[in-house]
Nanobody, 123 residues
Framework: QVQLVESGGGLVQAGGSLRLSCAAS????????MGWFRQAPGKEREFVAAIYWPSGRTDYADSVKGRFTMSRSRDNAKNMLYLQMNSLKPEDTAVYYCAANSGVTLTLDPDYWGQGTQVTVSS
């Protein structure tokens, strides 16, 4: 059974940092592009960051460039995806979702979603 399990969300003051983790298991994710999306209350889910297969190239939404950094690693049987979030702003408040899609693209309709982790940034 494929699972994407996020962790690391929480409440932080503006200017602070959080590191989100996503543990992907249940299959090999070789050949998958992986990334993060977020959804704020009353808003549509939006792209945050992606790391593309096979190049390893990363891409970020303009709103998070220079503040968020994504990385990917393999830890034993789990593929791990991380999102280091620095200089957080209240507008970063959202539920953050990990996603994985076979191939070289990542859209709002990926093969797999995680359950989400809440990030709340207070002003």
């Amino acid at each position: 059974q494929v699972q994407l399990v996020e962790s690391g969300g929480g409440l932080v003051q503006a200017g602070g940092s959080l590191r989100l983790s996503c543990a992907a298991s249940g299959r090999t994710f070789t050949g998958y592009t992986m990334g993060w999306f977020r959804q704020a209350p009353g808003k549509e889910r939006e792209f945050v960051a992606a790391i593309y297969w096979p190049s390893g190239r990363t891409d970020y939404a303009d709103s998070v460039k220079g503040r968020f950094t994504m990385s990917r690693s393999r830890d034993n049987a789990k593929n791990m995806l991380y999102l280091q979030m620095n200089s957080l702003k209240p507008e970063d408040t959202a539920v953050y979702y990990c996603a994985a899609n076979s191939g070289v693209t990542l859209t709002l309709d990926p093969d797999y979603w995680g359950q989400g982790t809440q990030v709340t940034v207070s002003s």
